[in-house]
C-alpha cells in the first residue's frame, strides 16, 4: 500500500466525512487505500478529535441505513453461540440449602426481626431513645460534632432477641402488643463502637446468653 504524500482539498473532505461518520481510522484508510498513518496526520491537521471504538459505533447505529442493514442481517440467523457447550468450572453445584435446610436455620426469627426493625413502633422507639440520650454514647460519651463523626444505634438492655424468646412471639402483631419490646427505660443510646462491645450485639449474645 503506497502512502499518498499530497491529497487535495476535496480528498480530505471525504476522508474526514468517512471518519466522522463512524469509521474507524483504520477502516477509513482501508476505504481509500491508504496508511492509517495518513488519516490521523489529516485529521490532526484539521483538528479533529479522536474517539474510542464504542464512540465510533455508536455514530454507526445512528445511521439509518447501517442500522437496517445490520438488524436485516441478523433477521433469522442463530446466534453465534448455538450449539456450543459452556464450561463453568468455577461455579460449584451445591444442594438447597434455603429455608429450614439451612443450618443457621432459626424458625423464620430473622424475618420476624426483619418486620419487628422496620416497623413504624421500632423507629418511634429508636427515635424517643436518642432524643432521650441527646445522641451521646451512653458507655464513652461520644457526640457528633465537628470532625468526628459516629453512629449511633438504640440498644435493647434486656436483649431484643431475648424479649422476642421469652414472650414467645411469632407476629407483628405479638411483637407490637408486647410493652417490653417498647420501654424506653429499657434502651440506651450507643455508639457504634461500644455496641460491638456489649453482651447484646449479635455474635457475642449467644456466648452471654446464661447471664440473662
Known amino acids: 500500500m503506497a502512502r499518498k504524500k499530497m491529497f487535495s482539498d476535496e480528498e480530505k473532505r471525504n476522508i474526514i466525512d468517512c471518519y466522522i461518520s463512524g469509521k474507524s481510522a483504520n477502516e477509513t484508510a ?3 487505500n491508504i496508511t492509517e498513518g495518513s488519516v490521523r496526520y489529516i485529521l490532526k491537521k484539521h483538528n479533529i478529535p479522536s474517539r474510542s471504538v464504542g464512540e465510533g459505533n455508536s455514530l454507526k447505529w445512528e ?3 447501517f442500522r437496517n442493514n445490520q438488524i436485516y442481517k441478523r433477521t433469522g ?3 453465534g453461540a ?5 464450561k463453568l468450572n468455577h461455579i460449584k453445584k451445591s444442594p438447597n440449602t434455603k429455608g429450614e435446610k439451612n443450618h443457621f436455620w432459626k424458625g423464620g426469627k430473622t424475618k420476624l426481626s426483619a418486620q419487628i426493625k422496620n416497623s413504624a413502633e421500632y423507629s418511634f422507639w429508636r427515635m424517643e431513645i436518642f432524643r432521650r440520650d441527646c445522641f451521646i454514647c451512653q458507655h464513652c460519651g461520644a457526640k ?5 463523626r459516629y453512629i449511633f444505634d438504640a440498644d435493647h438492655i434486656y436483649p431484643f432477641s431475648k424479649i422476642i424468646d421469652d414472650f414467645k412471639i411469632k407476629s407483628i402483631e405479638e411483637a407490637i402488643s408486647c410493652k417490653e419490646l417498647w420501654d424506653i427505660n429499657n434502651g440506651r443510646c450507643l455508639c ?5 462491645k456489649t453482651d447484646t450485639w449479635g455474635v457475642n449474645l449467644n456466648k ?3 447471664k440473662f
Do not use: A
Open 82 to 86: 448455538l450449539g456450543k457447550q459452556w
Open 77 to 79: 440467523n442463530p446466534s
Open 192 to 196: 457504634r463502637d461500644c455496641h460491638k
Open 63 to 65: 445511521n439509518t441505513d
Open 208 to 210: 452471654n446468653v446464661e
Open 144 to 148: 457528633n460534632k465537628v470532625g468526628e
Open 30 to 32: 482501508k476505504f481509500f
